[in-house]
């Protein structure tokens, strides 16, 4: 990867980051959604659950709601890659840099995904680090957790879900005339999207007890997953226009 | 001064957006080292004709090459030769940022080292004035000094084609001086070419040599500003200035076929004169017989605003 590439996606981010709304979704991606597990698991521990079923109610947890950490972050500040740029007019002169379409689009996605994946890895180890706590305390097995096939299935998600999100918000921030049109447009489509994804996942573990999966579950879920990242990422670079951007 | 060739070559360059076609078929060409002057109401056509040439736009239909360089083939080169000040240019850069960082990430873009980048920072910060500010977030700064961030961003890679629109718009009259220096000094010795977009007239007639005059995205005069001025010779104004009451005589004036617009501009009789050289003995017996006692009969020089007027009127 150019050196140019990544100077534009991590320079971006520390600008990402000074704005307030970022602030918040890292805090409640990060701190809300983590501690939520964890105070269901607390809650489940306390009341005495059999361990079959603290293990699949956190695991489900855990598959569900991990990635949408990554996610609510990568969402905001994937809206305000064009769009927002746009109304701070700073588009222009970023567009005016010899970097071609694709290595400012790979500058973007670093931007959106980067704090995003630093936030899903660190949920992931407060969650697991929360569990062997609780299981100590509680009186609860040792037990791996998350079993290598979920933890798979959690890692691979966190990324492709987010890299789906940033994706279609590229498409939208794109395409809309301000930021807040770019929120509401993108929280319409990125619900459509996922609301359908989790019903999905949901079924699949409703089925059974979720302790580990087998090779078909895991394949099938990823590919879900794969499937929705793909598609719009692709989208993204056939239809990148600077001409759209700057004629809008 | 040396000129090595072509800079900026247009081939009948159109954009069309939608519904409003914003230039129509326009071609130039402008030399290496040369400081060319466009101009142009609002909505002519300037910017578009920047952001086509600066790779942001594409064309409709048409050619154009930036020193032998298609902008439709190698964008990519032609944004690394070019330096551009967008339009209301103080107002394009990362607010929460300081002024190095700001330079220092548009530097890197273009490619520079981090020793080159710090070099040409300080250079730039120092001779725009800008060096306190260095550590100072942009948001923070004036308007004014915002404008010279741009013009140190635009110059930040050593481009040799610069595109600046406006670019002493907000600047205070010794800065818009230096600046104005500085776009003679980079064209005389570093053989640098501007193309510049502007509204203000006496400054475009103190640095270019050439200019186009653009209305409703079609070039309506192109060329040296000498050899303008001379194909609109036949028409030239003089003041005369009269012992009497010079009102008086307008309809006398209005009365030669070779005189037109004859009016009273403080106190004193303006005329524009078909043929002066032919025509003026006669202007003068004609005011002569009707009692008018002239004191002074100068010619007055064209300026790059009364041009820029006759045009635009000449196409209305």
Aim: with cysteine; hydrophobic share 45%; proline share 4%.
């Amino acid at each position: 990867m150019k050196e140019e590439v990544k100077i534009l996606g991590i320079t971006q981010f520390r600008i990402a980051y000074k704005t307030r709304y970022v602030k918040m979704a890292i805090i409640i991606g990060s701190f809300i959604l983590t501690g939520s597990i964890i105070a269901i698991m607390v809650l489940m521990a306390a009341m005495n659950a059999p361990f079959n079923v603290l293990m699949t109610v956190t695991n489900i947890d855990a598959i569900l709601m991990l990635p949408l950490a990554p996610v609510i972050v990568s969402y905001y500040i994937a809206a305000d890659s064009f769009v927002g740029e746009k109304e701070r007019r700073t588009i222009e002169p970023l567009l005016l840099t010899p970097l071609s379409d694709r290595e400012i689009l790979m500058g973007k996605y670093i931007t959106s995904l980067l704090p995003a994946f630093i936030i899903f890895i660190s949920s992931l180890v407060s969650v697991v680090i929360s569990w062997y706590i609780i299981a100590l305390l509680f009186g609860y097995p040792l037990f791996a957790f998350p079993d290598p096939s979920i933890l798979f299935v959690i890692i691979m998600s966190g990324i492709l879900v987010s890299l789906s999100a940033v994706s279609i918000m590229f498409i939208i921030s794109e395409r809309v005339h301000n930021l807040f049109e770019a929120y509401q447009v993108g929280g319409v489509v990125v619900l459509f999207v996922f609301v359908p994804f989790i019903a999905v996942m949901q079924q699949i573990m409703s089925s059974s007890t979720v302790i580990q999966f087998d090779l078909l579950t895991t394949l099938f879920l990823i590919g879900i997953d794969l499937l929705g990242a793909i598609i719009p990422t692709i989208l993204v670079y056939d239809n990148f226009n600077r001409d759209r951007l700057i004629s809008r | 001064m040396k000129k090595l060739g072509i800079a900026i070559k247009v081939e009948n360059l159109t954009k069309q957006f939608e519904t409003t076609l914003a230039l129509d078929h326009i071609s130039f060409e402008v030399d290496e080292g040369e400081v060319f002057g466009y101009l142009g109401p609002n909505g002519a056509g300037k910017s578009t004709t920047i952001r086509l040439l600066s790779t942001l736009l594409t064309p409709t239909d048409g050619t154009a090459s930036i020193l032998g360089i298609d902008i439709h083939d190698e964008p990519g080169e032609i944004r690394r030769i070019i330096g551009v000040l967008p339009e209301e240019a103080a107002h394009t850069h990362y607010g929460t940022i300081s002024v190095y960082e700001n330079l220092k990430f548009f530097g890197k873009l273009y490619g520079l080292s981090n020793e080159e980048a710090d070099d040409r920072i300080g250079y730039l910060l120092e001779f725009l004035d800008l060096t306190e500010y260095e550590d100072s977030r942009v948001e923070t700064l004036s308007t004014g000094n915002r404008q010279k961030l741009a013009i140190a961003r635009a110059l930040i890679h050593k481009p040799k084609v610069l595109f600046l629109d406006e670019p002493t718009a907000s600047l205070d009259p010794i800065m818009a001086r230096k600046v104005r220096n500085l776009i003679l000094d980079l064209s005389e010795k570093e053989n640098l070419t501007f193309f510049i977009s502007s509204h203000n007239l006496p400054e475009i007639q103190r640095i270019c040599s050439s200019i186009g005059i653009l209305n409703k995205g079609r070039i309506l005069k192109l060329g040296k500003i000498n050899d303008i001025k001379e194909s609109l010779n036949a028409m030239i104004q003089y003041s005369i200035r009269i012992q009497n009451d010079p009102s008086q005589f307008i309809a006398v004036l209005d009365s030669l076929d070779f005189v037109e617009n004859p009016r009273v501009v403080h106190g004193t009789l303006v005329v524009d004169v078909k043929n002066p050289d032919e025509n003026n003995p006669l202007l003068v017996d004609a005011l002569v017989s009707s009692g008018a006692k002239i004191i002074e009969l100068r010619e007055e020089e064209i300026t790059l605003e009364d041009l820029y007027i006759k045009t635009l009127e000449g196409q209305k």
